[in-house]
């Protein structure tokens, strides 16, 4: 159904409406494929970082846009127990965080919440988690690397 004024669906009234500019889940199954998270490769998750971090730094994301979600898998990492669960539900932060961002910032947002996406479908035991903090720390410390603002 679209809304005759516009051409739209309901569905694409999404203030921040811009698509990734490229196909993160894509780069993601090239280099990881279907495996765990934990049979992940450093080469690999140092390179899509990267990637992440130099989209996210030129789009002007700040470290304060991820902040509460980086310091809830932070949180979640220091427990006695994990609970992938909680684990998953980090992904609401990330979506608040995109959904609050300026259109620039918001696209870069949107690639790292569909590679976070992409890394949680892999989740299944602790060592799995303890990949996925790294793959996550990977991206913010080449995002602050390459000059990405704390502000």
């Given at each position: 159904m679209q809304n005759s004024d516009t051409g739209r669906t309901p569905t694409q009234y999404h203030r921040n409406d811009d698509r990734p500019s490229w196909n993160v889940r894509q780069t993601?199954?090239?280099?990881f494929g279907d495996q765990d998270l934990k049979k992940w490769d450093a080469t690999g998750i140092l390179n899509v970082?990267?990637?992440?971090?130099k989209v996210m730094k030129d789009k002007k994301v700040t470290t304060?846009?991820?902040?509460?979600?980086i310091d809830e898998l932070q949180r979640l990492r220091s427990s006695s127990r994990l609970d992938l669960e909680?684990?998953?539900?980090?992904k609401i932060r990330l979506?608040?965080?995109?959904?609050?961002?300026?259109?620039?910032?918001?696209?870069?947002?949107k690639n790292f919440e569909q590679a976070f996406s992409y890394a949680?479908?892999?989740?299944?035991?602790?060592?799995?988690?303890t990949n996925l903090v790294r793959f996550v720390?990977?991206?913010v410390a080449y995002h602050r690397y390459l000059g990405g603002s704390d502000k």
């Open positions: 993601m199954k090239e280099k970082g990267e990637q992440l971090a304060s846009q991820i902040r509460k979600f909680q684990v998953k539900l980090t979506i608040y965080a995109a959904g609050r961002a300026e259109k620039g910032s918001a696209e870069a947002l949680l479908e892999h989740l299944h035991d602790k060592q799995d988690f720390e990977t991206v």
